[in-house]
């Protein structure tokens, strides 16, 4: 393609400033090569840390060589879509066992489709402003193809590639969106900017289930985002304890970071929570139906978890939160319609909250004999 060098340059700075015009926050430029990242993977990969998310092993070609995937790609350009909503709550659902602990990600409206025609949008508004429609081949991505976003995040300088394994940018942290665009233009590229973690270990010691095993290295069969979400089967007895009232994903290790009190807040209405989802209780989502689950959580990514999966998450977090009659009675009443492994986690839960109960009697009445016992040494005009 024969584009003048200082034309490359201006498309450069015009695809920065249609990033802006459409929304994300910032684009950088990377090569293609995968060398280095690509390697790591399999690495991850051949110890089984990645459970049964069997699309890391397809497609492992396309994944490591861009060009394939997308031929004629040269270029990759990483942009970035800040997500935190102004109303994200963190406080409420951490001080309070009995309602829901929903990843801010998920609070609002599907990412996937909102960015992907933002992407396609910028393209052609590019393509337009500098007649290439000719010339101009691309193929935009956002979580919908084997590409390894990460590695060309952090080479493009977008950020670092944290110790919990997220990108962190020093402006903004971490609470954001990666989308990337193959493109067939040699285009100037970024520099990679230098980790910036240091000795901080944050987001390893506040796990909860321990699945950062070291830095920049998670199992996810330990990780409450895979167990909440890409995980289908029972979750391991060991481990719900831990889950608390995480009922779909979890946050801790981005707010565990210090960087992220950089993290800015976005005012796409699209990200604002929806039907409460950033303040309500575990019994109240209990309660809907499969058809309510469906159509309230329309255009929302836990839909895609389904109904099963949504009913086992809020057995275990109802499980770990405080007794109460309404809540072993709210459990009992999904029995009936509830599948082998749903029921198996009610089951669970229903017996965590009695032996709760008990214990909590027990101590009770000790605290009442222990009372009892100090009245009867006092002197009777004590």
């Known amino acids: 393609m024969n584009i003048p060098v200082d034309q490359l340059e201006n498309i450069k700075q015009h695809i920065q400033l249609l990033a802006k015009e459409y929304g994300f926050q910032d684009a950088r430029i990377s090569d293609i090569s995968t060398q280095g990242y690509y390697e790591k993977l399999e690495s991850w990969l051949e110890e089984k840390l990645h459970g049964d998310m069997s699309f890391f092993e397809r497609n492992q070609n396309l994944r490591k060589n861009p060009a394939e995937l997308h031929p004629g790609t040269i270029r990759v350009i990483s942009l970035r879509y800040d997500y935190l909503p102004e109303k994200a709550s963190f406080s409420t659902p951490l001080k309070n066992a009995n309602l829901a602990n929903i990843s801010r990600y998920a609070l609002g409206r599907d990412y996937h489709k909102l960015m992907r025609k933002k992407l396609d949008r910028l393209c052609k508004a590019l393509s337009e402003h500098f007649q290439i429609e000719e010339q101009l081949d691309y193929r935009v991505f956002v979580d919908s193809a084997p590409v390894m976003e990460s590695c060309f995040a952090e080479k493009s300088g977008l950020g670092w590639k944290g110790k919990h394994t997220l990108i962190i940018n020093q402006d903004a942290g971490s609470w ?68 608390g009232n995480r009922i779909y994903g979890c946050d801790d290790c981005q707010l565990a970071c210090p960087w992220n009190r950089y993290a800015q807040t976005t005012l796409d209405k699209d990200f604002q929570p929806r039907h409460n989802l950033n303040d309500i209780s575990l ?100």
């Not at 969106?177 to 285009?187: D, S, T």
């Not at 010691?205 to 167990?227: E, F, G, H």
């Not at 019994?283 to 389904?306: A, C, D, M, V, Y």
Request: glycine share 4%; net charge neutral; with cysteine.
């Open 176 to 243: 954001f969106f990666l989308g990337e665009i193959f493109i067939n233009l040699p285009l100037p590229i970024d520099a990679k900017v230098e980790a910036q973690c240091g000795s901080c270990n944050a987001c390893i010691n506040l796990c909860p289930t321990n699945a950062i095993v070291k830095p920049n290295k998670v199992d996810a069969t330990r990780c409450i985002s895979y167990l909440t979400i890409e995980n289908k089967q029972a979750i391991p007895i060991e481990l719900r304890p831990q889950i």
């Open 283 to 382: 019994l109240e989502l209990w309660q809907w139906t499969q058809s309510e689950f469906e159509n309230k959580l329309s255009g929302n990514p836990i839909r895609r978890i389904g109904y099963n999966s949504w009913l086992r998450n809020l057995a275990v977090a109802i499980g770990n939160g405080e007794y109460s009659q309404e809540a072993v009675m709210a459990l009992e009443s999904k029995k009936t319609e509830a599948n082998e492994m749903v029921l198996e986690h009610i089951n669970w839960a229903i017996a965590q909250l009695i032996s709760r109960q008990k214990t909590t009697l027990n101590l009770n009445n000790k605290t009442q004999k222990l009372i009892n016992c100090v009245t009867n040494m006092l002197p009777r005009d004590a």
